[in-house]
């Protein structure tokens, strides 16, 4: 069965640092392209960052690019994504998600996802 579980959510004020973790199992990691994506409210889902499965190649929404950094460690079937100098913006439900393609970066990319976490922004 395939698992993708997040954590590293929560609260916290404009400007600040969170850092996401999706542990993955049930399937071959190493082999698999792992995205986040986010929801908020009354928004639609939206593709947020990609690493790939063979070179480390990543892809990252305009909106977070140069504050958000992704990264995998396959030893340990988990991927990370640091978040820094985060904006009431950002406020949203964090999912991590997986599919068979190169690049997931579209929710028609995804086969799997994760439950998500919260993560809120203050100003």
């Known amino acids: 069965e395939v698992q993708l579980v997040e954590s590293g959510g929560g609260l916290v004020q404009a400007g600040g640092s969170l850092r996401l973790s999706c542990a993955a199992s049930g399937f071959t990691f190493d082999d698999h392209a792992i995205s986040w994506f986010r929801q908020a409210p009354g928004k639609e889902r939206e593709g947020v960052s990609c690493i790939s499965s063979s070179d480390g190649d990543t892809w990252y929404a305009d909106s977070v690019k140069g504050r958000f950094t992704i990264s995998r460690d396959n030893a340990k079937n988990t991927v990370y994504l640091q978040m820094n100098s985060l904006k009431p913006e950002d406020t949203a439900v964090y999912y991590c998600?997986?599919?068979?393609?190169?690049?997931?970066?579209?929710?028609?990319?995804?086969?799997?996802w994760g439950q998500g976490t919260q993560v809120t922004v203050s100003s």
């Open positions: 998600a997986t599919g068979s393609g190169p690049s997931v970066v579209v929710t028609d990319d995804v086969d799997y």
